[in-house]
Structures are given as C-alpha cells and as structure tokens.
C-alpha cells in the first residue's frame, strides 16, 4: 500500500522513504538504490564522526551502507519508528561494530608481550618492523588520548579497549553505566 503522497504512477525517487523500503525488501534493488542515494549523506556525515578511530572513511561509508542494507531488512513501521530514525540507528551501530573490530586488531602484538620472566613469547609469523609500527602507533594514539582527555575519561577508555562493557566498567569503577555512557561519548568526539 502505498502512502498518500505516493501513488502507482510515479517514479521511484518520488515515493516516500517507508514505501521505497517496503520494495526494496521485496529484493527490489532499483529500490534500495534510491534509498542508499537518500541517505548517502546521512551516512558519510556518520563516517566522518569515526574516522580517527581506526579505519578509513571510505570503509566506514561501506559499514554504513551495509547497516542500511539490514534496516531496510529488518524495518518495521508497526514499531512507531520512522525508517529515517531507524536507519540513522542502524548506519551508527554497523560503523561502530566495524571500529570495535579494528581496534581490536590493533591490540598490542603478543611478540610485545612479555611474560614476568621478561623474556619475549615466541611469535613464528612476527614481522619486527609491524611490531615496532604498531607499538609507535599504540604509543601515539595512547599519549594523544592523554592530552585531551581527563583522567576519568582516560580510565573508561582503557576499560573499554582492553574488551570491557560500559556495565562491566560502571562495576568497576563504581558509577552507573549513564556516567560511563557519557565519558565515551565524550571520548570519541575528543578523538575525532
């Protein structure tokens, strides 16, 4: 059905976004075509807001593109949500699940770890020259961070790099996950 700025005959970039994703569902993909056209903005403006933290823009853009490939999926307009607030949702998650994994990767090589002996692990696909790439970066990234950030800021950050949920940090640091929630949202616009 369509909506009532929306009739059979017109075109696709005329139809209403709610409309538009009903086809696209359907396997449409002149449909999700005018869609990714609508909310390309949308979606380099959020790449932009993640780009410092460990991936290019251009795959950000693409994490992005795909996130709103899964909420025209998984929309449903019976939730009282418009497709637009949903699929910023959707645009913002995939691109933060996709920084997650790139920091992830980031971590400290194992060949830099040492043991309380203070000898090197063993690391038979080490490449000493990303190693010390790596820990520059690390290095880089962490004194940055210090200068711009307060220490309670700092701290949650540290938390959340070494893998640990904003419940997991409120625990830990005894305050409530809204505190922690808020310390990282300063964090990233910080370290844009």
């Known amino acids: 059905m ?3 700025s929306c009739s059979d005959n017109i075109g696709l970039e005329r139809m209403c976004d709610e409309t538009l994703v009903k086809i696209a569902a359907k396997g449409d993909v002149s449909a999700f075509g005018v869609i990714a056209s609508r909310y390309l903005k949308t979606v380099k ?30 929309y449903d ?3 009282g949500t418009s497709f637009k607030t ?15 994994a790139a920091l992830a990767k980031r971590r ?6 040492r043991p309380l002996s203070g000898e090197l692990l063993p690391d038979a696909d080490c490449d000493p020259a990303a190693e010390i790439i790596a820990k520059e970066d690390l290095d880089i990234f962490y004194e940055n961070a ?3 950030l307060s220490p309670l800021e700092y701290n949650i ?6 893998g640990l949920s904003y419940k997991e940090i409120a625990g830990k ?15 990233r616009r910080k370290l844009k």
């Open 86 to 100: 949903y699929a910023r949702l959707c645009i913002d998650r995939g691109m933060i699940s996709a920084v997650k």
């Open 157 to 162: 950050m540290n938390e959340y790099l070494a």
């Open 77 to 79: 307009e019976t939730c």
């Open 108 to 113: 400290v090589p194992s060949a830099l770890l």
């Open 2 to 4: 369509l909506c009532s």
């Open 146 to 148: 210090g200068k711009v």
């Open 173 to 187: 640091m005894n305050m409530s996950v809204k505190t922690v929630d808020n310390a990282m949202r300063r964090v």
């Open 45 to 74: 403006q959020c790449a932009m807001r993640y780009k410092n933290l460990g991936l290019e823009t251009d795959d950000l853009s693409q994490e992005g593109l795909i996130g709103l490939m899964s909420a025209v999926r998984t």
